[in-house]
T-cell receptor, first 115, second 116 residues
Framework: GAVVSQHPSWVICKSGTSVKIECRSL??????MFWYRQFPKQSLMLMAT?????????EQGVEKDKFLINHASLTLSTLTVTSAHPEDSSFYIC???????????FGPGTRLLVL | AQSVAQPEDQVNVAEGNPLTVKCTYS??????LFWYVQYPNRGLQFLLK??????LVKGSYGFEAEFNKSQTSFHLKKPSALVSDSALYFC??????????????FGAGTRLFVKA
């Protein structure tokens, strides 16, 4: 149980276009979802926290207008990278938690390459 | 602010030998500590957590970790390493902010190589 999926697993896009990444909890309802960015050979950097039905809370330094997060239901959160640039190329990972349970369940990640 | 440190970028161990991956933390209040593992081309997986109770926490795949309050450490251990344990290991601490919201702060990660 507790499976989190991400789609797509990888995407290549042209500079200036927007890319949407989906994060789904497949067999549980996630009250909170997190979006991370992982640079090569580095740790995970939290971008934002989203709760179903409310606005996402962004970490300091993360542009809200560039990284749009929508948590429309208890099983789906989306991250849209707007007007992507090569420096946005990265590995984006989502995770989900249930209620007050501390454990996070991670998606497999989405590799984004902006040309 | 909460923080977590993994002092070793890489740990090498021979198969069958015990392994230790180190983690130290800094928190205000009671610590909520975690270990996650990231296998190549796969997502992070939860290994174990300490919230309260017994200082020795047992987790997945035969791993365990010992919470040491005086040394502010939460080292990951396994009595006998397997080649398949080779992966990237992250220690993490829960940070509370705002009106009860929380986020997880990850260490830089330690790459474990188990040689046959």
């Amino acid at each position: 149980g507790a499976v989190v999926s991400q789609h797509p697993s990888w995407v290549i896009c042209k500079s200036g276009t927007s890319v949407k990444i989906e994060c789904r909890s497949l067999d549980f309802q996630a009250t909170t979802m997190f979006w991370y960015r992982q640079f090569p050979k580095q740790s995970l950097m939290l971008m934002a926290t989203s709760n179903e039905g409310s606005k996402a809370t962004y970490e300091q330094g993360v542009e809200k207008d560039k990284f749009l997060i929508n948590h429309a239901s208890l099983t789906l959160s989306t991250l849209t990278v707007t007007s992507a640039h090569p420096e946005d190329s990265s590995f984006y990972i989502c995770s989900a938690t249930v209620g007050s349970v501390e454990t996070q369940y991670f998606g497999p990640g989405t590799r984004l390459l902006v040309l | 602010a909460q923080s977590v440190a993994q002092p070793e970028d890489q740990v090498n161990v021979a198969e069958g030998n015990p392994l230790t991956v180190k983690c130290t933390y800094s928190v205000s209040g009671n610590p909520y500590l975690f270990w996650y593992v990231q296998y190549p081309n796969r997502g992070l997986q939860f290994l174990l957590k300490y919230i309260t109770g017994d200082n020795l926490v047992k987790g997945s795949y035969g791993f365990e970790a010992e919470f040491n309050k005086s040394q502010t450490s939460f080292h990951l251990k396994k009595p006998s390493a397997l080649v398949s344990d080779s992966a990237l290991y992250f220690c993490a601490v829960r940070d509370i902010y705002g009106t009860g919201g929380f986020k997880t702060i990850f260490g830089a990660g330690t790459r474990l190589f188990v040689k046959a």
